[in-house]
């Protein structure tokens, strides 16, 4: 099965570098895949779920923050400004950041940091999804204070 290597790098660190079979991700435009022989492409990256598919028909996630992705037809690069790993994501503190963002929201925020505080509040929506959604794909239960947060 032909592969396409897969760079994700951010400020902190090179978070994965592998051959994959495709990835999926949330372009400006629109959620795309991006198989081997892809034609060249660059596009600014929304925040949301990277998905990783390798050859073995696994798959893997990443919420990513943000940023930017360099598509050549034998590999990818992703410059995020965030990017964590599925299982490496806190579920306490992605809620706790939720939370906070709605409670600055709701109370009400300078107009000049509005936008900041709702891109706060969509990076953690976008990390509880990724790693709630890991959890269910490998059956296990919400633990206590993990309640479904539907969002975005």
Do not use: C
């Not at 051959?19 to 596009?43: N, Q």
């Not at 940023?67 to 034998?74: C, F, K, S």
Request: proline share 7%; no cysteine.
């Amino acid at each position: 099965m032909e592969t396409i290597r897969l760079e994700i790098v951010t400020p902190e660190r090179q978070a994965l570098a592998e051959d994959v079979r495709s990835v999926t991700l949330p372009g400006v435009s629109g959620e795309m895949t991006i198989l081997p022989r892809h034609a060249p492409l660059m596009t600014l990256l929304n925040p949301g779920e990277l998905v990783i598919r390798y050859p073995d028909g696994d798959e893997v996630a990443f919420a990513v923050g943000g940023g930017v992705a360099e598509v050549r037809p034998d590999k990818v690069v992703i410059l995020a400004d965030a990017a964590e790993r599925e299982d490496e994501i806190d579920i306490a503190r992605a809620e706790a950041a939720r939370q906070r963002a709605e409670r600055l929201l709701k109370e009400g925020v300078p107009p000049e940091r509005r936008r900041e505080v709702e891109l706060s509040l969509r990076k953690a929506y976008v990390r509880l999804r990724v790693a709630r959604r890991r959890r269910r794909r490998r059956g296990l239960q919400p633990r206590a204070g993990e309640e479904e947060t539907s969002g975005e």
